[in-house]
């Protein structure tokens, strides 16, 4: 059984910072590629990042390129989202998700290439 648990969200003003991180559990995980998906009131879910299981390739939505970089230790099952430059557009709550290819060096958009979701945590910029 895989498990998801993202944390680090708050508030945060518009131009600060926030790193998330998704830690997983399951032995496997660390071969799985990685998104990050959002979701703000009224809105439905939305593709924000994902990465391949090396960490070698990475995509990103246009919104948040080169504001926001996704990264991962395999040795720690963990995968992070450092997000710089915050704007009120971005609260949101953010979800981790795995795809369970093993080692697929794709990068997945679509919110039904995810087998496992974590629980969200809450993103507030405050313009």
């Known amino acids: 059984q895989v498990q998801l648990v993202e944390s680090g969200g708050g508030l945060v003003q518009a131009g600060g910072s926030l790193r998330l991180s998704c830690a997983a559990s399951?032995?496997?995980?660390?071969?799985?590629?990685m998104g990050w998906f959002r979701q703000a009131p009224g809105k439905e879910r939305e593709f924000v990042t994902a990465?391949?299981?090396?960490?070698?390739?990475?995509y990103y939505v246009d919104s948040v390129k080169g504001r926001f970089t996704i990264s991962r230790d395999n040795a720690k099952n963990t995968v992070y989202l450092q997000m710089n430059s915050l704007k009120p557009e971005d609260t949101a709550v953010y979800y981790c998700?795995?795809?369970?290819?093993?080692?697929?060096?794709?990068?997945?958009?679509?919110?039904?290439?995810?087998?496992?979701w974590g629980q969200g945590t809450q993103v507030t910029v405050s313009s």
């Open positions: 399951g032995r496997t995980v660390s071969t799985y590629a």
């Open positions: 990465i391949s299981w090396s960490g070698r390739r990475t």
């Open positions: 998700a795995a795809h369970s290819t093993v080692y697929s060096e794709g990068y997945y958009y679509s919110a039904d290439d995810y087998d496992y």
